[in-house]
Every structure is written in C-alpha cells, then in structure tokens.
C-alpha cells in the first residue's frame, strides 16, 4: 500500500510493508515505509527527507510506521554544541596510532572481508547472519553520489570503516563495520568521534546517527553523544 508524507515531499509515495518480527524488540512487530524506488532522489531531497527522520539502508530511504510502537526515534548530534566524555577522550587517544583517511572508492575484496568478520562474530543473531557477498554488495558496495568512506587503518591494515553520506546540513552515519578482534579500542565510537570532527571541520551542523530505541541494548552508544535532538512528535527536541 502506498501513502504521501509530509507537504513539502508530498509527490513521494511510500510503501508500506507488511507487519514483520522486529529486529530490537523481540516482542514487537514492525511496520517499515519506504520511498518509492522508481522516483528520482537528488542529494537535497535525500537531505530533506532525512530532517524529517528517513534514514538510507543500501538503495532504500525507510523510515518505521509501526502501527503500536514509537520507540524507533532519529537522533542526530549538533556539531557546534558537541564536547566529547573522558570516556570519548580517551577512546581518540587510545586510537591515535589509527590512520583515518575519507574514500569516495574503496577495495571491495578487502572491505568485504573485514565486512563479514564483523558481521559473523558481532551480529550472528541478527537478520544479516551470515554475512554474503550480495549482502554486502547491496547494503554497502553500491554507493551513492554522496556516499563517502572513511577508512580507518592501523601499520596499513585495515581496521575500520565508517560509511557516511554527505548532506546538506550534516553527515549520516550509515554503518560502521570494524575488526573484532580489536573491540578494546571502541572502534564504532571512534567513528563516530571521526565522524563528528569531520563535520565540524566542513562547516556541517549535524551528524545523523539513525534510530535510538531506549530498550534496546544495541542503540545504547548513541545516547553517549551530548548534546543530541531527538526527532519527536514531527519536531527536533534538544536533549
């Protein structure tokens, strides 16, 4: 079934799917909406839609519409008001021997490696289990125009990578995926750290970090990162 969204974006339609397990709350099912495939999106609908709480996954634009729940909530980081934790502190210090360099195209071989370590030791009870070349090819490996990596390398060996879209008015962080072996380093909240500077130093307002769910310990990370606005109710609240 098919829906219009907001005024300004009201010549997208939206897809609805069918009510399906959810992947953070076991007890849940979930309702996704997704942008018509076959309209064209440039970089500054694509910004617009993500200030109304659209996130990207592979070539989707999706945002939740789940008919009883509200607990996926967009949150994004203002740049300009971000003062990293002695926790954040020490996690770049600690990871000051990493060499952070910005990809626009990367080794699909060597990425897929990493990809999939990650994937079959970090998330073996999720939907992306076992991690496939398709899989990655479809969720990472077709980037779009704005679509950069961030590579993150230690002695030449890659270690990281963060994949980021760049919007009008900020950075999405669209998935980061790193070695496991290395979890002492907090290399997802490095990223993020990376990915913030990054924005800062180019002038961007925000980083987008997707969906916070309170009750899920998987989203947990993105509460660290203050000051933050949650997108409630259709309006950006500072929290």
């Known amino acids: 079934m098919s829906r219009d969204i907001t005024p300004d974006l009201h010549k997208i339609q939206l897809y609805l799917t069918e009510a399906h397990p959810c992947s953070y709350l076991p007890d849940r099912k979930a309702t996704t909406a997704f942008v018509d495939p076959k309209h064209p999106l440039d970089t500054e609908t694509y910004s617009q839609l993500s200030t109304h709480g659209f996130r990207r996954s592979g070539q989707y634009i999706y945002t939740p519409r789940c008919a009883s729940c509200k607990s996926c909530i967009p949150v994004r980081v203002p740049t300009a008001g971000f003062k990293p934790t002695r926790s954040q502190k020490r996690c770049l210090k600690r990871n000051s021997d990493i060499t952070v360099k910005l990809q626009t195209n990367i080794d699909p071989d060597e990425h897929y490696g990493l990809y999939q370590k990650y994937i079959d030791t970090r998330h073996s009870d999720g939907d992306m289990y076992p991690a496939t070349a398709a899989q990655y090819r479809d969720f990472i490996g077709k980037p779009w125009d704005c679509t950069h990596f961030i590579e993150f390398r230690l002695d030449n060996t890659l270690v990281a990578c963060a994949v980021s879209d760049w919007l ?62 949650l997108y409630i109710e259709n309006r950006w609240l500072k929290i």
């Open 168 to 229: 009008d008015d900020g950075l999405s962080a669209i998935y980061t995926y790193y070695d496991p072996a290395l979890a002492t380093r907090s290399l997802g909240t490095f990223a993020i750290l990376q990915q913030l500077q990054l924005a800062r130093r180019e002038r961007l307002d925000y980083v987008y970090l997707g969906y916070w769910i309170r009750d899920s310990a998987k989203m947990s990370y993105k509460s660290k990162f203050r000051p933050s606005e």
